[in-house]
């Protein structure tokens, strides 16, 4: 059984340059979630899809970030001209939503910690 | 916005004894769900025990239980017989029956004593 996958783990980076984070959702689920969680703090929502569609951004999610879903399988979250206060821990997240059912739980990853200098 | 409060950021606990964790949540909805998740530390964040809000019952999870108290929109959750390997940052997080997004709390660190 394998669970939700991210990659890389820890990217360290200089600011201005462009970072991409991808994660690999438990195989069935067909929505997937992108969380940002900073030192001491709850991780923070800010986007989802269900299959290939992007359903919703957070206002958090400046025109800095894009995320992608192509084919509704793995997901892509880049960040361009990095900025050292987007150091953080970048939290993906999985679940399957059926048809009438609500609340279904959310699987994490184990996260990729970046690292703005 | 619904916000989510945890205070108390860290508990220390002996091994086998109980510890209680508090979360409290702002909402003008009636229908959400509540969840407490685990995190230890560099390793990757687990679901403990999950509520929703129309069930009066209290959810139980093996050595895990918590007290829904829907008036006061208070959450707590109760860990017995502790073990070491509770040691870990626990989160509470909302969800309004109509989205999708968690909304989390800032954490409270367990320490087991061995």
């Known amino acids: 059984d394998t669970g939700v996958s991210q990659d890389p783990r820890h990217k360290i980076t200089k600011r201005g340059q462009n970072v991409t984070f991808r994660c690999d959702p438990i195989s069935e689920h067909n929505r997937l979630y992108w969380y940002r969680q900073t030192l001491g703090q709850g991780p923070e929502f800010l986007t989802y899809f269900q299959n290939e569609a992007q359903l919703e951004k957070s206002r958090l999610l400046s025109d800095r970030f894009s995320a992608e879903r192509p084919k509704g399988s793995f997901s892509t979250l880049e960040i361009q001209r990095t900025e050292q206060g987007d150091s953080a821990m970048y939290l993906c997240?999985?679940?399957?939503?059926?048809?009438?059912?609500?609340?279904?739980?959310?699987?994490f990853g184990p996260g990729t910690r970046l690292l703005v200098l | 916005a619904q916000t989510v409060t945890q205070s108390q950021p860290e508990m220390s606990v002996q091994e086998a004894e109980t510890v209680t964790l508090s979360c409290t949540y702002d909402?003008?909805?009636?229908?959400?769900?509540l969840f407490w998740y685990k995190q230890p530390p560099s390793r990757q964040m687990i679901l403990v025990i999950r509520?929703?809000?129309?069930?009066?019952q209290n959810a139980t999870e093996n050595r895990f239980s918590v007290n829904f108290q829907k008036a006061a929109k208070s959450f707590s959750l109760k860990i017995s017989d502790s073990q070491l390997g509770d040691a870990a940052m626990y989160f509470c997080?909302?969800?309004?029956?109509?989205?999708?997004?968690?909304?989390f709390g800032k954490g409270n660190q367990v320490v087991v004593i061995p």
């Open positions: 509520q929703e809000a129309y069930k009066q």
């Open positions: 909402t003008s909805e009636s229908d959400y769900y």
């Open positions: 997080a909302y969800r309004y029956y109509g989205n999708n997004r968690l909304a």
């Open positions: 997240a999985s679940s399957l939503k059926a048809s009438g059912s609500f609340g279904e739980t959310q699987y």
